[in-house]
């Protein structure tokens, strides 16, 4: 079945460190998206990216980091210098970037400090 | 800019009561309007869209919302609530290039047995 695949599931960060969360799709999707939902609050952008070798910062890209080496791959790492990096991470894909495209969900990466 | 608003943070029916989900928008331009619902710990699904075709716009599990331009709404409704629709649900509307998706706050569904 054709999705996005989100890994893992949750993860622990320490004081300091880099993780990557991992978002691969099988959709044949151009753009692809992360972002950050806070409880009791909508989802906000992070990054978005519209083709390969190509992203751009969405409206909370400080402390984060991304990269588009291939179509169906677009991993998020958040750096030391987010100071507070507890949320849940979702990765979305749509097939282009047009506001008529709806935009597709993983399941979603909870990180939490350690 | 575009915004949407949702009117109530939470909302609580009975199995077999009708669902009413409030949302109001606002764009410079001819938006497109979706909902999304939420389990909790998983990813969002669509539940349908509208883009400026018909303005009653039938979705996944018996759900239906009207895009009201004079009154800039869009709600979401079902005539029957199930115990499986207990959710969070998102109103969301595209900005005009097409780059982001800008989110209501959720309102969180709960049904009663």
């Known amino acids: 079945d054709g999705g996005i695949t989100q890994s893992p599931k949750y993860l622990f960060r320490k004081e300091g460190q880099n993780v990557t969360l991992s978002c691969e799709q099988n959709?044949?999707?151009?753009?692809m998206y992360w972002y950050r939902q806070d409880p009791g609050q909508g989802l906000r952008l992070i990054y978005y990216?519209?083709?390969?070798?190509?992203?751009q910062k969405g409206d909370i890209a400080e402390g984060y980091s991304v990269s588009r080496e291939k179509k169906e791959s677009f991993p998020l790492t958040v750096t030391s210098a987010q100071k507070n990096p507890t949320a849940f991470y979702l990765c979305?894909?749509?097939?282009?970037?047009?506001?008529?495209?709806?935009?597709?969900f993983g399941d979603g990466t909870r990180l939490s400090i350690l | 800019a575009q915004s949407v608003t949702q009117l109530d943070s939470h909302v609580s029916v009975s199995e077999g009561t009708p669902v009413l989900l409030r949302c109001n928008y606002s764009s410079s331009y001819s938006p497109s309007l979706f909902w999304y619902v939420q389990h909790p710990n998983k990813g969002l699904q669509l539940l349908l869209k509208y883009t400026s075709a018909a303005t009653l716009v039938k979705g996944i599990n018996g759900f239906e919302a009207e895009f009201k331009k004079s009154e800039t709404s869009f709600h979401l409704t079902k005539p029957s609530a199930h115990m499986s629709d207990a959710a969070e649900y998102f109103c969301?509307?595209?900005?005009?290039?097409?780059?982001?998706?800008?989110f209501g706050k959720g309102t969180t569904l709960s049904v009663s047995s």
């Open positions: 959709l044949n999707h151009d753009a």
């Open positions: 969301v509307v595209s900005n005009q290039a097409g780059t982001a998706l800008i």
């Open positions: 990216s519209q083709i390969v070798n190509d992203f």
């Open positions: 979305a894909s749509s097939i282009g970037q047009s506001r008529y495209q709806p935009q597709h």
